[in-house]
């Protein structure tokens, strides 16, 4: 498998683990030093152990569905479907790979700023 099929590979295996809350499966993904941010509420998580924290914390009925997936060498991006509740919005997701295929870098755009829920100050830093 070459480089940019691997990195297509991993975005989708991301996306389908976060749906199906294998978080052991999304962990394998993860180098133990990947950064996840959201540009929108300038939060920043950093470490596999706080990101899937996060995720296994996160309120709502939430939901993933890949509506694309692009990729080039060890680039990604998803569009995705994302579903809270009743709520949907599109979301945009880059992904960064290291030389070993692991994620090392996630930035997640949301349409629009908002400022983040109480109750995960103690996984993010602010910026």
Not at 14 to 20: F, I, K
Not at 38 to 56: C, K, V, Y
């Amino acid at each position: 498998m070459d480089e940019t099929s691997r990195t297509r590979e991993a975005v989708r295996v991301y996306v389908d683990s976060a749906e199906q809350r294998d978080w052991q499966r999304l962990s394998d993904l993860l180098t133990e030093d990947m950064v996840y941010e959201m540009p929108q509420t300038r939060e920043r998580i950093r470490g596999r152990s706080a990101f899937l924290r996060f995720n296994r914390e996160y309120p709502g009925d939430w939901h993933l569905r890949i509506r694309l997936i692009v990729a080039d060498g060890r680039h990604g991006a998803a569009w995705i479907d994302a579903r809270v509740d009743t709520e949907h919005q599109d979301a945009c997701v880059w992904f960064e790979l290291s030389d070993d295929g692991l994620i090392t870098r996630v930035v997640d755009y949301w349409p629009e700023p908002y400022d983040p829920p109480p109750g995960r100050e103690h996984l993010v830093e602010r910026w």
